[in-house]
């Protein structure tokens, strides 16, 4: 997500730097779930228990860094839709399952 935010102003860098960490934080928990519930639920198992919870952890996140950069510069638009995850297949694990990762922001 990173790399689709506008010019971040010095006086919005830790507030947005932190933000985005916590982007990060949700997607490695997200991935760590995804990797040890192989095989639980059934077919909407990804979607209602890991992706959708996700979503809404995310869902504010953008915003909090178009504030960030909104009391000191120009407030950005259309963050929110960076929020918003789903799987990529990887097909670089030995295993004879594709294991499923969720793409970094």
Same mark, same amino acid.
């Given at each position: 997500? $990173?790399?689709? #935010?506008? +010019?971040?102003? $010095?006086?919005?860098? $830790? +507030?947005?730097?932190?933000?985005?960490?916590?982007?990060?934080?949700?997607?490695? +928990?997200?991935?760590?779930? #995804?990797?040890?519930?192989?095989?639980?639920?059934?077919?909407?198992?990804? %979607?209602?228990?890991?992706?959708?919870? #996700?979503?809404?952890?995310?869902?504010?996140?953008?915003?909090?860094?178009?504030?960030?950069?909104?009391?000191?510069? +120009?407030?950005?638009?259309? #963050?929110?839709?960076? $929020?918003?995850?789903?799987?990529?297949?990887?097909?670089?694990?030995?295993?004879?399952?594709?294991?499923? %990762?969720?793409?970094?922001?």
């Amino acid at each position: 997500m $990173a790399d689709k #935010l506008p +010019e971040i102003p $010095a006086a919005a860098k $830790a +507030e947005v730097d932190r933000n985005l960490a916590l982007l990060e934080t949700q997607i490695q +928990e997200a991935n760590n779930r #995804l990797a040890n519930s192989a095989g639980q639920g059934g077919p909407n198992f990804v %979607r209602n228990a890991i992706l959708g919870p #996700l979503a809404s952890k995310r869902g504010a996140t953008p915003d909090r860094i178009a504030i960030a950069i909104g009391r000191v510069a +120009e407030r950005p638009t259309g #963050l929110g839709r960076l $929020a918003t995850c789903n799987l990529n297949n990887s097909d670089d694990t030995p295993s004879p399952r594709r294991r499923q %990762r969720l793409p970094h922001p």
